[in-house]
């Protein structure tokens, strides 16, 4: 059974970094794409970030551009979202989400929550001081 765990959430002083890591397991995690998505209390679920199988393609969101980076480890069947330059707005629930997705899919329209099928239960982030 496919399964996506994600860890690395917390509270953290605007500025600061988080590093959240998405841990999958029941299937090969280098043959799927990833992203990583947020949902802020009312608000609707965004796109932040997503990766292509192979590492070798990346998007994101404006609003993170500069200040987080996706990477992953198939070897350790994980990927990871670096979080640097924390901002208050950066609070929410962060969710990883898997799919054969293929690289013109990342580039384009990757970010969007619909594209995904397969969903872990999220991490929160919170940014306050």
């Known amino acids: 059974q496919l399964q996506l765990v994600e860890s690395g959430g917390g509270l953290v002083q605007p500025g600061g970094s988080l590093r959240l890591s998405c841990a999958a397991s029941?299937?090969?995690?280098?043959?799927?794409?990833i992203g990583w998505f947020r949902q802020a209390p009312g608000k609707e679920r965004e796109g932040v970030s997503c990766?292509?199988?192979?590492?070798?393609?990346?998007n994101y969101v404006d609003s993170v551009k500069g200040r987080f980076t996706i990477s992953r480890d198939n070897a350790k069947n994980t990927v990871y979202l670096q979080m640097n330059s924390l901002k208050p707005e950066d609070t929410a629930v962060y969710y990883c989400?898997?799919?054969?997705?293929?690289?013109?899919?990342?580039?384009?329209?990757?970010?969007?929550?619909?594209?995904?099928?397969?969903w872990g239960q999220g991490t929160p982030v919170s940014v306050s001081s």
């Open positions: 989400a898997a799919g054969l997705i293929g690289t013109s899919t990342i580039l384009t329209t990757g970010l969007k929550p619909e594209k995904w099928p397969y």
């Open positions: 990766i292509s199988s192979h590492g070798g393609s990346t």
């Open positions: 029941g299937f090969i995690l280098d043959s799927y794409a």
